[in-house]
């Protein structure tokens, strides 16, 4: 009985305003980031493209995307796993955003003509495993900074900023080894809609593992949480009151 209570309540917070428009925003969100991929991935060939360029594009594109649909977007898989697993979102809501920007890396690489150069590829000379621990890493300082960002109070405008000065320094660190995943979004959208998976397994699993390694940093060394208080206060509130969801601080 409690089961069915349970999913119902999920369901009616899954269906409510508020977390359809905050998944309308990551899917915008997510497509206006990564808009800028194909501008230096090789698709448009104006212009010579470098690594630097790669650096200040995505970085700047981050940051334009958070300020233009709101400071409080994920716009990536990995923050919103970290957000979950640390007790600041709800799981159903983190799996509902991270759909949301799955989709919106889909309609962004839809945006341009396919080719196999918008992927994310492990460089020759690479091994899966070393690019496997670049992700990871650059993924790790990446939500670092996001959580850190979450908590500190900073003047409007900081936050998206900041976090694109992490996405640049995330690629100036990668950009010539694995092309800087970084974030599944980006990683998912080109290779679903170029049907090129090749590799595919090295974008998702080092930024879980980032992601997951710098929530366990964040909450129990640097910034340590009561999280076994966090659990049972929300057990017990839950017990009383059915309808209490105050799991996001």
Same mark, same amino acid.
């Given at each position: 009985?409690?089961?069915?209570?349970?999913?119902?309540?999920?369901?009616?917070?899954?269906?409510?305003?508020?977390?359809?428009?905050?998944?309308?925003?990551?899917?915008?969100?997510?497509?206006?980031?990564?808009?800028?991929?194909?501008?230096?991935?090789?698709?448009?060939?104006?212009?010579?493209?470098?690594?630097?360029?790669? +650096?200040?594009?995505?970085?700047?594109?981050?940051?334009?995307?958070?300020?233009? +649909?709101?400071?409080?977007?994920?716009?990536?898989?990995?923050?919103?796993?970290?957000?979950?697993?640390?007790?600041?979102?709800?799981?159903?809501?983190?799996?509902?955003?991270?759909?949301?920007?799955?989709?919106?890396?889909?309609?962004?690489?839809?945006?341009?003509?396919?080719?196999?150069?918008?992927?994310?590829?492990?460089?020759?000379?690479?091994?899966?495993?070393?690019?496997?621990?670049?992700?990871?890493? %650059?993924?790790?300082?990446?939500?670092?900074?996001?959580?850190?960002?979450?908590?500190?109070?900073?003047?409007?405008?900081?936050?998206?900023?900041?976090?694109?000065?992490?996405?640049?320094?995330?690629?100036?660190?990668?950009?010539?080894?694995?092309?800087?995943?970084?974030?599944?979004?980006?990683?998912?959208?080109?290779?679903?809609?170029?049907?090129?998976?090749?590799?595919?397994?090295?974008?998702?699993?080092?930024? %879980?593992?980032?992601?997951?390694?710098?929530?366990?940093?964040?909450?129990?060394?640097?910034?340590?949480?009561?999280?076994?208080?966090?659990? %049972?206060?929300?057990?017990?509130?839950?017990?009383?009151?059915?309808?209490?969801?105050?799991?996001?601080?």
């Amino acid at each position: 009985m409690f089961v069915f209570r349970f999913l119902r309540l999920v369901l009616r917070d899954v269906f409510s305003q508020s977390c359809l428009h905050q998944f309308l925003l990551e899917f915008v969100g997510t497509a206006l980031f990564l808009s800028a991929s194909p501008l230096t991935s090789g698709l448009v060939t104006s212009s010579p493209v470098c690594p630097l360029q790669v +650096v200040l594009v995505f970085g700047l594109s981050v940051s334009m995307a958070a300020l233009s +649909v709101g400071g409080a977007v994920h716009l990536n898989p990995a923050v919103s796993l970290a957000m979950a697993l640390t007790l600041r979102l709800r799981l159903w809501r983190a799996v509902l955003y991270m759909v949301g920007q799955l989709l919106g890396g889909v309609a962004s690489a839809l945006s341009f003509p396919s080719d196999s150069t918008a992927c994310v590829q492990v460089s020759s000379g690479v091994r899966l495993h070393q690019a496997f621990t670049v992700e990871a890493l %650059i993924t790790l300082q990446l939500v670092l900074v996001v959580m850190v960002t979450a908590e500190v109070p900073l003047p409007v405008g900081a936050t998206p900023l900041l976090v694109g000065l992490t996405v640049s320094l995330g690629h100036l660190v990668a950009v010539g080894a694995t092309g800087c995943g970084m974030n599944p979004a980006r990683s998912f959208g080109p290779a679903a809609v170029t049907l090129n998976f090749k590799d595919h397994w090295v974008f998702w699993a080092g930024p %879980i593992l980032g992601a997951c390694v710098a929530a366990l940093l964040n909450d129990l060394l640097l910034r340590p949480r009561m999280f076994a208080g966090t659990v %049972i206060n929300y057990a017990l509130n839950s017990r009383t009151n059915v309808n209490n969801w105050n799991l996001v601080l």
